[in-house]
């Protein structure tokens, strides 16, 4: 079955700082890749989505790339601020069958220090 | 725009008690439904899916029950709660196969 392993569990930066989160995936399917955010006591957010076609996502200042050769993607974000902190999650989409499935990652808790 | 529902916002309830919780979608005809549970400090995991009225298929056993009665509403029950059951249930929508959206969620502990 697909999975996703993120292993950075917990992120502390300063503001102004560069933030760079990996994430692999195992899958037999071509993927398409999202990356989303949640804040304390609310829902996910999605905050960018990577398919093998486009290779890129862009959006509120943050990036995110995949490799097809090593199967990752990764968020980065070139200047972070303290309203950035919160879990990142990235998540991998396969709609096989009839179940538009996403496989989580475990989240990586981003502190950002003013 | 749309807009996904969650009522209750919390719940505190005792072990072997029922629970029902509910999902509304508003402003999207027919979209895909799915439940979703964290663990405090966890990762999401699917627990339902629901494609079309009246038909919900189950991704993890989890001694809860889900249906949809409504093409914009979604219910996640069980008759007997356990004390693994506390955590945050979340609802979520997607267009067919595009990306899944998620509600604010229900934060159910179970004592």
């Known amino acids: 079955g697909d999975s996703v392993t993120q292993k950075q569990g917990q992120v502390t930066l300063s503001e102004d700082d560069f933030l760079f989160i990996n994430c692999t995936y195992s899958?037999?399917?071509?993927?398409?890749l999202f990356w989303y955010v949640q804040y304390p006591g609310q829902g996910p957010q999605l905050l960018l989505k990577?398919?093998?076609?486009?290779n890129k996502g862009i959006s509120r200042g943050f990036e995110a790339t995949y490799d097809k050769g090593t199967t990752s993607f990764h968020l980065q974000k070139a200047s972070v601020q303290e309203s950035d902190s919160a879990v990142y999650f990235c998540?991998?989409?396969?709609?096989?069958?009839?179940?538009?499935?996403?496989?989580f990652g475990k989240g990586t808790k981003l502190s950002v220090k003013s | 725009a749309q807009t996904i529902h969650q009522w209750p916002v919390a719940e505190i309830k005792a072990v072997g008690s029922p629970l029902s919780l509910g999902c509304t979608i508003k402003?999207?005809?027919?979209?895909?439904l799915y439940w979703y549970w964290q663990a405090t400090g966890g990762t999401l995991q699917q627990l339902f899916y629901?494609?079309?009225?009246?038909?919900v298929e189950s991704v993890v056993q989890l001694n809860l029950s889900a249906s949809r009665p409504k093409d914009d509403q979604f219910i996640l029950s069980t008759e007997k709660l356990l004390l693994s059951h506390s955590g945050f249930y979340l609802c979520?929508?997607?267009?067919?196969?595009?990306?899944?959206?998620f509600g604010p969620g229900t934060r159910l502990t179970v004592l």
């Open positions: 990577v398919t093998t076609a486009n």
């Open positions: 899958t037999t399917t071509y993927p398409t």
């Open positions: 402003g999207k005809s027919s979209p895909n």
């Open positions: 998540a991998l989409f396969n709609s096989g069958g009839s179940n538009a499935k996403l496989t």
């Open positions: 979520a929508w997607s267009q067919q196969y595009a990306e899944q959206f």
């Open positions: 629901s494609i079309t009225v009246g038909q």
